[in-house]
């Protein structure tokens, strides 16, 4: 009876610990091989040229991008050389097969690691019965997504399903927001947007206000709410399956200075860099000629932000989400796993320096990168209006500005059958993974 009680008490599943005992085993290999074949102080001295390497690297990428001239080309040599001299390094001491196995076996560890906590992932977002709808409404943007409107047929499609469309086309300029509330008044009883991510969110504040389904088309460019959610994003049709055989999300939607956004409002560095004229032209040219000017300590932001209760002063860029992303490194942006937790996202980045660069690539330096989750966010400068760049677009908005989330505020109807949302590996945690190998 001792031992069954003590099975019904062990939350771990066999599968998990299978997978976590694989990531140890493959790991302690990963760092026998190298010290079997070069000797332990062989193994110290090529780990002290890699990291050495890899520190010089960030630094010199990072005076690539503060500086211009001759600074700036002598760092881009300096980025691309030194990787180079670590491989010639490793390979004249006759080591670099082992380097390399030892790292693919570090890669294995990882993956191994992290299927042992899979069992830890976020469940999918629940669904609820769509109730049939007579009136539906479409607003559709031709020019969104290199004119995939025209190219799916959408506006074809959607009124053969009964829905009225509205096309943002012609000489004059239409306000989304109240094209979608006259069609509340005529009776519109469900809103749609064929469009990019800006027009979505206008029209689901008037969804939300008046508590109707809404349909997203993934017709964008990027189409990242689309994603989100689970659509299909490369057949925008197939969003329209939603009238006829649909199932309903309730999705948070976030608000700043009462303005709503569905993924992000930037502050900071990209929102200056995408208020350029010339951004949109050429974005990596532009991206260059800026981020000197934005990083160099001319360019301090000047911003402050208040995440709940707690302040972060003089970050150089902000990332507001509606929604926490999903991030396990500093490759950029993950996805979120669900849109219905009441949680803004908030992201900060503060670096002055090549030596803080390095800090933030070793997760050293504290102030760096941090990332927290908040139900308020505030961002003021010592300015009254500055740049934000939200869902891509950019705006100017008066300080303070104000980011907050309107939980469940969304009756997003979408496919029963869709590609479904891509949860996200879990964050490698040696604590979680301890308590899998020994959970008593």
Request: glycine share 10%.
């Amino acid at each position: 009876m001792a031992e069954e009680h003590e099975s019904h008490q062990d939350p771990v599943p066999a599968d998990s610990r299978r997978w976590a005992w694989t990531a140890v085993v493959v790991l302690i290999v990963a760092i026998g091989l190298p010290i079997a074949e070069a000797g332990l102080r062989g193994v110290v001295a090529l780990l002290l040229v890699a990291a050495a390497g890899a520190a010089l690297a960030v630094a010199a990428a990072y005076w690539f991008l503060t500086h211009r001239g001759v600074i700036r080309g002598a760092a881009l040599v300096v980025t691309v050389l030194v990787p180079v001299v670590v491989i010639v390094v490793f390979a004249a001491s006759g080591h670099l097969w082992v380097a390399i196995v030892s790292v693919l076996l570090v890669a294995v560890a990882v993956a191994c690691g992290r299927r042992a906590l899979r069992a830890d992932r976020v469940s999918p977002q629940p669904e609820f019965p769509a109730v049939p709808v007579q009136h539906p409404f479409f607003v559709m943007n031709p020019r969104s997504g290199g004119g995939k409107v025209v190219r799916f047929d959408l506006q074809h499609k959607a009124e053969e399903l009964g829905a009225e469309v509205v096309l943002l086309s012609g000489p004059q300029q239409l306000d989304v927001t109240e094209v979608a509330e006259k069609a509340v008044e005529r009776g519109a009883d469900l809103l749609g947007v064929a469009g990019g991510d800006g027009t979505q969110a206008l029209v689901a504040a008037v969804a939300a206000e008046h508590r109707l389904p809404f349909v997203v088309i993934s017709a964008g460019t990027r189409n990242h709410f689309a994603l989100d959610l689970g659509l299909d994003r490369e057949d925008p049709a197939a969003g329209l399956d939603a009238l006829r055989d649909g199932v309903e999300l309730r999705v948070d939607l976030g608000r700043i200075n009462g303005r709503p956004f569905v993924n992000n409002a930037s502050f900071g560095v990209y929102a200056e860099v995408v208020r350029s004229p010339q951004y949109r032209a050429d974005k990596t040219a532009t991206v260059l000629q800026m981020l000197p000017d934005l990083l160099g300590e001319q360019g301090r932001s000047g911003l402050r932000a208040h995440i709940d209760t707690e302040a972060v002063d003089g970050p150089q860029a902000v990332l507001v989400s509606n929604g926490p992303y999903a991030f396990d490194d500093l490759a950029g942006m993950g996805r979120r796993p669900r849109l219905d937790n009441g949680r803004l996202g908030v992201v900060a980045i503060s670096v002055a320096n090549a030596r803080q660069a390095v800090g933030l690539f070793r997760r050293t330096h504290d102030r760096g990168l941090l990332q927290r989750t908040a139900t308020e966010v505030v961002v003021d400068a010592d300015v009254p209006e500055i740049p934000v760049g939200v869902d891509g677009e950019s705006v100017m908005l008066s300080t303070p500005v104000r980011c907050t989330i309107s939980t469940g505020a969304l009756r997003v109807r979408v496919p029963r059958n869709r590609p479904g949302v891509r949860v996200p590996p879990p964050h490698l945690d040696s604590a979680r993974l301890r308590k899998i190998l020994w959970p008593n």
